[in-house]
């Protein structure tokens, strides 16, 4: 516990009454902070914004946070604590769980006798805070302290419960945290039982072989085509929400790791955004052993609305599922999204987004932006890579949302109703594709994912090694994924209901059979050459001519959806460049075959992919593409 001279501390003075105070906007117009046109202009704001009027005051840049602090204490007649200075004592802080603290965003600071003082940045609040305190023995009374001054004490108190509580968030039974070794080698294992009876047996073991290929191909099909078929038939659009309509405060989680080159540009692009800054909560989640990051953030003028938090190091753990559910306990928005590093959102996305979520459903959990490319002229490469997420993103995920089956989000531009998402324990911290592992968990929890009108813009990867690294961590986890969600199958059939299931089977299956198994695909080659093979002598010319179709068929379909999402994102240059999307996944069999072996010997390792090796071509570009209309997806 904090001891202080008692004769000379300044006891707080309880809040007085409504009667007794002067308006905050009046104090700082009286102290000379702002003017009286700028107070009516505030107050005129706070009319639409779901905000206190020191935030709008301090996010149109007409008062700082110091001043605002300032004056509130002139109005409510408490003084100012200094946490860091006079930092809370662990006894007071074990009075409640940490979970208390977050909520209200309060701290006891210190006893003076009989006296528990309490920091706050909210003692309009206060009465909640003081009756759920009212069995500690203590007299309580508050102090007054910043937001994010009390969020760093109690980031530095429960440190270590907080960091091992982001690991654990996720019941166990959706995890796959609690993989011991036998489990992680178990499918090596079976790849290498099946390689050796496929040696002994060899017919039966080709005949297997040729199926699998065939039904995981037919599978994605399947699901392309549903996709397709839900994109191309016109659907009713949804009421936007009617003016004046009150926004909400809106968190942005950007989680940072090693990104020596992208600081300067990441918060230029942020500094576009149109959303009231009074409503925007941006953090940048680093880790606390990430100098590189720190060091390229250390001479970067961050405005008020953009904050970074530390996450601190346990373990041997670093990713960014574990740092995200750190930093959500931190977050004061009703809506909680995510970009990444290299992001460069619309400017109205948000706006967007939180029209969307007024109008939205209940079940409505999470709306999953498109994303897109600013530069797919660098090469071939990321040509094809913006070909390949128009496709999915513009025509197969708005089609599949559109049918209510399991949207895997992407990992970036999504945004959660974030009570909803602390309710379903936000992402499985060792899980490498995080985002696709949360739309199947919010699928089971009874909840859907619709797509929103709006796009963001991030770095194709275009160089070969850094795309496989890229593409195989993405199927490593789709493996994880799959393997966790179908310990029981039957209770995974009972939570999504066949129609569902049958749309995940098809995506994982789909997606990891087509890059496994293409070898298969690519013997058939031979056959048209007319060549030996090794399918020659069990495959009738019936079963072939059957073969074809169904291969031609997949093409086709491939090529439609590229054509259609190119198209849709406005970028018709790339049009002549769709047929050698047939060119563009074989690397990705190697990468296929890479995540599988990390899936034997290290299934939480997190290959992180380099940013800043390519810069925004055009951005009359994007503008054009953001004049494309993109469908609610309701």
Not at 44 to 60: H, S
Not at 329 to 353: H, K, M, N, S, Y
Not at 508 to 514: A, D, E, N, R, Y
Not at 539 to 557: D, H, I, K, Q, S
Request: glycine residues 6%.
């Amino acid at each position: 516990m904090v001891e202080l001279n008692l004769q000379r501390q300044i006891p707080a003075k309880p809040v007085p009454g409504p009667h007794s105070r002067k308006p905050l906007g009046t104090c700082l117009r009286d102290q000379g902070v702002i003017s009286s046109s700028q107070l009516q202009q505030a107050l005129r704001m706070q009319a639409r914004q779901n905000a206190p009027l020191g935030e709008i005051l301090v996010g149109e840049g007409w008062a700082s946070r110091a001043e605002v602090l300032s004056a509130l204490s002139e109005q409510t007649g408490l003084q100012i604590a200094d946490l860091e200075h006079n930092p809370p004592a662990a006894d007071l802080c074990a009075l409640r769980p940490v979970a208390f603290w977050l909520a209200h965003n309060v701290l006891p600071w210190m006893r003076v006798g009989p006296i528990l003082l309490i920091a706050t940045s909210r003692p309009d609040r206060f009465e909640e805070v003081a009756a759920a305190l009212g069995d500690t023995g203590y007299t309580v009374l508050p102090v007054l302290a910043g937001a994010e001054q009390i969020d760093a004490a109690i980031a530095r108190h429960f440190a270590a419960e907080l960091a091992q509580a982001a690991e654990t968030r996720v019941e166990a039974r959706q995890s796959c945290r609690n993989w011991k070794a036998v489990a992680r080698i178990r499918p090596l294992a079976t790849t290498m039982l099946l390689i050796t009876l496929f040696a002994a047996f060899p017919a039966q073991g080709l005949t297997v072989l040729l199926w699998a290929t065939l039904v995981t191909l037919a599978l994605f099909l399947l699901l392309r085509i549903s996709g397709l078929m839900a994109y191309l038939i016109p659907r009713r659009s949804r009421p936007v929400a009617e003016d004046p309509f009150r926004l909400p405060c809106v968190s942005i989680l950007v989680p940072l790791y090693k990104e020596k080159e992208i600081a300067d540009a990441l918060i230029a692009r942020l500094q576009r955004l149109t959303y009231p800054k009074a409503l925007l909560d941006v953090i940048l989640v680093l880790e606390e052993q990430d100098d590189v990051t720190k060091a390229a953030l250390r001479d970067v003028q961050l405005p008020s609305w953009i904050r970074a938090l530390e996450v601190p190091k346990l373990g041997n753990l670093t990713t960014k599922p574990r740092a995200m559910n750190y930093a959500l306990d931190f977050c004061r928005g009703e809506i909680l999204g995510v970009w990444d590093a290299e992001d460069a959102p619309l400017p109205d996305q948000i706006e967007t987004v939180a029209r969307h979520f007024a109008t939205a459903p209940g079940d409505v959990v999470c709306l999953q932006g498109v994303l897109d490319y600013y530069n797919p002229r660098t090469n071939w490469r990321s040509r094809c890579f913006t070909i390949e997420y128009s496709g999915w993103f513009r025509v197969i995920l708005k089609g599949i949302a559109r049918l209510g089956l399991v949207v895997p989000l992407g990992g970036t531009t999504f945004f959660f109703r974030r009570d909803k998402l602390v309710e379903l324990g936000g992402w499985d911290a060792h899980n490498v594709t995080e985002d696709a592992d949360l739309g199947v968990r919010l699928c089971r929890a009874g909840y859907r994912t619709e797509i929103v009108n709006t796009a963001t813009y991030e770095e194709a990867n275009f160089r070969a090694w850094p795309w496989i690294k890229q593409r195989s961590r993405w199927l490593k986890g789709f493996m994880v994924t799959y393997l966790v969600h179908m310990r029981a199958p039957l209770q995974l059939l009972r939570d999504l209901g066949p129609l569902r299931f049958l749309g995940l089977q098809a995506f994982f299956l789909g997606t990891l059979g087509q890059f496994l198994l293409a070898p298969v695909l690519w013997v058939f080659w031979l056959i048209f050459l007319n060549l030996s093979h090794p399918f020659q002598h069990i495959m009738t010319p019936e079963f072939l001519r059957g073969c074809v179709y169904l291969f031609l068929t997949a093409e086709a379909a491939n090529l439609l959806v590229g054509v259609l999402g190119v198209i849709a994102g406005n970028r018709r240059f790339l049009l002549p460049w769709v047929p050698t999307m047939i060119l563009y996944f074989p690397l990705g069999v190697l990468a296929a075959y890479k995540g599988l072996w990390e899936l034997a010997v290290k299934p939480f390792f997190w290959d992180k992919t380099q940013h800043g090796h390519a810069v925004e071509e055009c951005d009359a570009t994007i503008s054009r593409a953001a004049l494309r209309p993109v469908s609610n997806g309701s």
